[in-house]
DNA sequence: GTCTATATTGCGATAGAC
DNA sequence: GTCTATCGCAATATAGAC
């Protein structure tokens, strides 16, 4: 029960900070937000931006699955499908979350940038090695650019959440959503198709 | 001579909020880097939003090249390719402006709200019916899902620019960076082989 | 641990001299 | 048109009572 304040603080940072930004979201905001007191704030956490930090690398820790040492031992294609899909389930567990890490990959907060550029630098390396491997194995077109079709996979994959607000706005006559499996599944195929070798 | 302020201003505030974002920078910084003084903002301008929007509209005004009504007689491809090289000029005119025009899309600022989602619903609608146009036409696969499709060109082309900080310093031990005009290339290639019927 | 009250800072905006 | 000085506000952070 004592521990509860801290908790709930820490969640209502992440759904005001997922939506607004940092800047946009006041301390007093989520102290109103998790029914507690603002000082509250510098009690658990020291400030606003350690509190923010917390948040983040929470976030980011859901990279982490992709991140794992197996990964690497699997196909080419299969890595790049489990990226899409480890995006995919950070956004399922809470609609803010993928919109988060993209946020962070796009403009990393001064105080977080050694931890970003560190976890993005290793999400990199994994994808770009699964392209030259991709490629060795006579998988993929010898003539891709790897850091290229890196950054372009990344595009389609956080592309989507980054612009979930506009694009699940836009057409609205047409009936219904896109839902995110279709999407990523959508993509995944048009990407392998486009770099496959022929 | 007597505007010349006014301009330096736009100028100063242009590059700071491309590279900081709204927030961040503050009327005094851009009255700084231009040389002025700050009450010259509330001057000229209105106010710190009022400036704001001037900027984006001008920087969201490159789009106009891609919202001319001839575009819609080129052939799909084509349609999407200028997509393209519209954001590449932009970019290549400024490199601080493709950023500002991507950041808009992920987070409209909310006294732009309208201009923004009026000028995307009409990139939007050119880029679905080029793809529409092209599955008509036997061109593309016929199991496109059309907005879908529709976000992943945009992701692929907007993601190189919105996450230009961050890849331009990935990767730093290869020799060169990435040429604009290449990833564009390389995409447009990409994502045409991943689409088209065969 | 929690609250109130407040210290402190930095911001956007403006009044008014020149 | 341009500058200085300052107002008013909102935000973070903290001291101190409970």
Redesign the interface.
């Known amino acids: 029960m004592e521990q509860e304040n801290k908790e709930r603080l820490l969640k209502a940072a992440t759904g005001l900070f997922a939506e607004a ?1 940092y ?2 979201v006041s301390i007093r905001q989520i102290a109103d937000k998790a029914g507690a007191n603002s000082a509250m704030i510098s009690y658990y956490f020291g400030s606003k931006e350690k509190l923010y930090r917390e948040v983040v690398m929470e976030q980011v820790r859901g990279l982490d699955h992709f991140l794992r040492p197996a990964i690497r031992k699997l196909a080419p294609e299969k890595i790049l499908e489990c990226y899409a899909l480890t995006l995919q389930a950070i956004h399922a567990e809470h609609p803010a979350m993928a919109k988060f890490v993209s ?1 962070e ?4 907060s001064p105080s977080m940038k050694w931890f970003i ?1 560190e976890k ?2 290793a999400v ?1 390396e994994i994808l ?1 090695e699964a392209i030259a491997c991709g490629i060795a194995q006579g998988k993929f077109r010898e003539d ?2 790897i ?3 890196v ?2 996979w ?7 959440y ?2 979930y ?3 699940s ?3 609205e006559v ?1 009936a219904g959503k ?1 839902v995110d499996k ?2 990523i599944a ?2 995944l ?8 070798r022929r």
Chains 1, 2 share one sequence.
Do not use: W
């Open positions: 930004g800047d946009k946020r990959i796009v403009q990393p550029r993005l630098q990199y770009a891709l650019e850091r290229s079709t950054i372009l990344a595009g389609m994959v956080n592309f989507y980054l612009a607000n506009i694009h706005k836009l057409d047409s896109i279709d999407y959508q993509a195929r048009i990407f392998l198709a486009g770099i496959e």
